[in-house]
């Protein structure tokens, strides 16, 4: 089973409109990471958000955690096409080291 | 400061060649991580590298799979008599220490296609 999954699977908006897509989690977290993968490319690095923060912003990307509910969400605002890509949560689970699992994607796609 | 390089981006090979994937972390970075991404899915983790030790193999298949990190030179992943189940994405990342405060940084990805 996944311990992080994002919701939903896919996502379709007109450019100009705001995206929001959820990760829920299963265990005990040291903090969660929201990463971009473009078609076909590596992955980019969007945002650390640590268990002791509720919320972060970036530019126009906005995370929330809440660690009672294990779940995490991130909010594009004002959407653009380049903004077209899937996105991943990654949470760090307390081992011996702070292993990273990403789950399995929320594919967005933002109409021109 | 260049970024996690990784070669070749894309490989083919028949069932039952050997695939050799490398990974060259970014400057300053001793740790290093690979992940495996099949089509429409996200990434699986498979091992955890330090500079001449394996921290954690948990995520990769017992048999044909091994992977590496010298002390000089790069990470390599090796997966021998390849079938075409093997057929994905192979990701790099490295980090400074293992630390989650610390960001992996990921390289482009190695497609392996079998044949």
């Known amino acids: 089973s996944q311990q992080g999954e994002e919701d939903p699977q896919a996502l379709s908006i007109q450019e100009g409109e705001n995206a929001t897509m959820n990760c829920s989690y299963k265990t005990s977290i040291n903090n969660l990471q929201w990463y971009r993968q473009n078609s076909g490319r590596g992955l980019v690095h969007l945002i650390l958000i640590r268990s002791n923060e509720r919320e972060k912003h970036s530019g126009r990307l906005r995370v929330t955690l809440d660690t009672s509910k294990k779940s995490s969400s991130l909010l594009i605002t004002a959407s653009r096409a380049a903004d077209t890509a899937s996105y991943f949560c990654?949470?760090?689970?307390?081992?011996?080291?702070?292993?990273?699992?990403f789950g399995p994607g929320t594919s967005l796609s933002v109409i021109p | 400061n260049a970024g996690v390089m990784q070669n070749p981006r894309h490989l083919v090979r028949r069932r039952g060649q050997e695939a050799r994937l490398r990974c060259s972390p970014m400057?300053?970075?001793?740790?290093v991580y690979w992940y495996r991404q099949l089509p429409e899915e996200g990434l699986k983790f498979m091992v955890y590298?330090?500079?001449?030790?394996?921290?954690?193999e948990s995520g990769m298949p017992k048999e044909r799979f091994s992977a590496e990190f010298p002390k000089e030179g790069p990470s390599i992943l090796r997966i021998q008599q390849v079938v075409r189940g093997d057929s994905a994405a192979y990701f790099c990342?490295?980090?400074?220490?293992?630390?989650?405060?610390?960001?992996?940084?990921f390289g482009p990805g190695t497609r392996l296609l079998v044949l």
């Open positions: 400057k300053g970075h001793s740790h």
């Open positions: 990654a949470t760090a689970v307390k081992t011996s080291y702070d292993k990273v699992i």
């Open positions: 990342a490295s980090s400074r220490d293992r630390s989650i405060q610390e960001t992996q940084y």
């Open positions: 590298l330090q500079k001449e030790n394996i921290i954690d």
